[in-house]
Every structure is written in structure tokens, then in C-alpha cells.
């Protein structure tokens, strides 16, 4: 079956830069069509996309935070890298990363807080 | 960017009820549509694809319909573990966008 877990530090300082890892089973990234992508939702609101990366490399960012965010993939390792410069407290968030456009598989999310 | 617009954001029902939540986007997308569920402290959960596909595992007692512009989930009688807030997202275009939410609650 599919899974997906997020890894990453609880808390970042401001200015910091963010690295989280999704680590998958289930399902390759080197199979045709298949996408993994990051979404967030800060405490008590609504979710927000943030990224995907596509099994050719093609990548896709969310226009508002394009120059600050990276997406790479390793597909030895099974895993997804989201990497976010220049962190604020506005940026307080779970982060989830899932699988496929549609999202059909999600992580359990992990809370990122931005604290100085 | 499309944007996905939930109605009502809110709404109270009794177990047993008949709900509908509704999604519109600002531009045509085809069937490119899915619609999650989300309990506190839990990450959503896939429900409907395509509009109107039912995930594996997930109850017939969800149903989604529409295409174009506007789209409904309905929960045909409503169980206490429905009690929840749900969302919609449009995986039509680039940015992938997500409606606002609709949090069912207990009247």
C-alpha cells in the first residue's frame, strides 16, 4: 500500500531556511504519470498547495512563494526534498506532502513552528 | 489562479441528516475535481476523485456530482464520525487550488 511520511525540524528561526523530507513506499517516482507534491496548513486554516514534482523532473511551485521554495527528488531513496528559504512566523504551518494531483495519499503532516 | 469557493464555510447538522456541501470554481474545470476529509489533528483523507469517483474504502454513503464550474458533496445520512471539515481541490491547472472548507458540526 501507499504511505508517505514527512521529516524536518519542529522549529526554524526567522530568515532560516527549511528543509523537509517525505519519504514514500508504496509506489515509485520513476514510473510515468506519477507525482509527489507538498501542501501546508497553517492552525486553524484552510490547506495550501505549495509544490509538486513530477516523475520526468518537471516541476510546479505555487506562484506566491515560487522564489522561495525547492522541490527535488530522490528516486533511489524513495524520497521528496521541500526546501523553503527565508522563513517567518507567517510560515507556522503543517506541512503534508502526498501523492498524485488529486492527492489520493497524504503523510501524517508534520508542525513546523517559526519562532526566534 | 482558479479559485474554489466552499459553501456554506460552516454547518450544523443532526446524525441521520442529508448534507450537501457545495464547490464553484471561477473557471471551467472539466472533472478535475477532488474532495477530502478532515478530523482535528489528522491529516485529510481522500474521499472523491474526479469529480464524482469514489475512492476504495470510503462509504457509499459519499457521493460527489458536477462538472464545469459547479460541484456538490453529499453525505447521505450523516454518522457521527462524519462530523468534520471538508475541502475541495481543482487539479485542472497550475497552481492546484483548495476551496476554503466547510466544517459539519453537531446541532
Known amino acids: 500500500q501507499i504511505t508517505l511520511k514527512e521529516s524536518g525540524p519542529t522549529l526554524v528561526k526567522p530568515t532560516q531556511t527549511l528543509t523537509l523530507t517525505c519519504t514514500f513506499s508504496g509506489f515509485s517516482l520513476s514510473t510515468s504519470g506519477v507525482g509527489v507534491g507538498w501542501i501546508r496548513q497553517p492552525p486553524g486554516k484552510a490547506l495550501e498547495w505549495l509544490a509538486l514534482i513530477y516523475w520526468d523532473d518537471d516541476k510546479r511551485y505555487s506562484p506566491s512563494l515560487k522564489s522561495r521554495l525547492t522541490i527535488t527528488k530522490d528516486t533511489s531513496k524513495n524520497q521528496v526534498v521541500l526546501t523553503m528559504t527565508n522563513m517567518d512566523p507567517v510560515d507556522t504551518a503543517t506541512y503534508y506532502c502526498?501523492?498524485?494531483?488529486?492527492?489520493?495519499?497524504w503523510g501524517q503532516g508534520t508542525l513546523v513552528t517559526v519562532s526566534s | 489562479d482558479i479559485q474554489m469557493t466552499q459553501s456554506p464555510s460552516s454547518l450544523s447538522a443532526s446524525v441521520g441528516d442529508r448534507v450537501t456541501i457545495t464547490c464553484r470554481a471561477s473557471?471551467?474545470?472539466?472533472?478535475?475535481l477532488a474532495w477530502f476529509q478532515q478530523k482535528a489533528g489528522k491529516a485529510p483523507k481522500s474521499l472523491i476523485y474526479a469529480a464524482s469517483s469514489l475512492q476504495s474504502g470510503v462509504p457509499s454513503k459519499f457521493s460527489g456530482s458536477g462538472s464545469g464550474t459547479d460541484f456538490a458533496l453529499t453525505i447521505s445520512s450523516l454518522q457521527p464520525e462524519d462530523f468534520a471539515t471538508y475541502y475541495c481541490?481543482?487539479?485542472?491547472?497550475?497552481?492546484?487550488?483548495f476551496g476554503g472548507g466547510t466544517k459539519v458540526e453537531i446541532k
Open positions: 481541490q481543482q487539479y485542472y491547472s497550475f497552481p492546484l487550488t
Open positions: 502526498a501523492h498524485s494531483l488529486a492527492a489520493d495519499y
Open positions: 473557471q471551467g474545470i472539466s472533472n478535475y
